[in-house]
């Protein structure tokens, strides 16, 4: 691992791997650190001091879980079917730029998207973000690393990379 000849052959794979699972994460955990602000600025959930915990977490819980089930879990579907058409590094690539995309669509005009009538455009470009993070990075990340290094060294490196990840989630 340690080895001129490793940093030479996967150097740049293991800083790729290490890159992409960090800033991944660090967009990723905070999207979902702050997905209860946001489904109580767009009318999804009242204000926390008019519910009490349990009701609160059931309305979070289950606005999470539609969120999931129209944008995460298509996202990791699509890439099941694409992944080997399409290719790990475009379909990462393809994923970044789109979750960027729709951030800065959502983010730009804000007051917009939370002002009255157009929560229902809020809620389909943030599941979009989800998608597109899940068919992109967030599912490229768990199998690059475990294909591109040698078997000796593959769960050392895929550990790095994960490490790495769980950095950029501490800083999201």
Request: proline share 4%; with cysteine.
């Amino acid at each position: 691992l340690f080895s001129r000849q490793f940093m030479k052959r996967h150097g740049v794979h293991l800083l790729a791997t290490t890159s992409t699972w960090f800033l991944l994460d660090v967009a990723f955990y905070s999207q979902n650190l702050f997905q209860k602000d946001i489904f109580t600025k767009i009318g999804w959930i009242p204000p926390a001091k008019t519910m009490n915990a349990l009701e609160e977490l059931y309305r979070i819980a289950r606005a999470q879980a539609l969120i999931a089930l129209c944008g995460t879990v298509p996202g990791y579907w699509f890439t099941v079917a694409f992944i080997d058409s399409i290719g790990r590094f475009k379909i990462q690539l393809m994923g970044f730029f789109m979750m960027t995309a729709f951030m800065v669509g959502l983010a730009v005009p804000y007051d917009y998207w939370t002002g009255q009538g157009h929560q229902a455009g809020f809620v389909v470009m943030y599941a979009l973000t989800f998608f597109f993070a899940n068919f992109g990075p967030n599912a490229t990340t768990l199998v690059v690393p475990a294909e591109i290094f040698p078997a000796r060294l593959r769960s050392t490196c895929h550990g790095i990379s994960a490490a790495a990840g769980k950095a950029g989630a501490m800083i999201g």
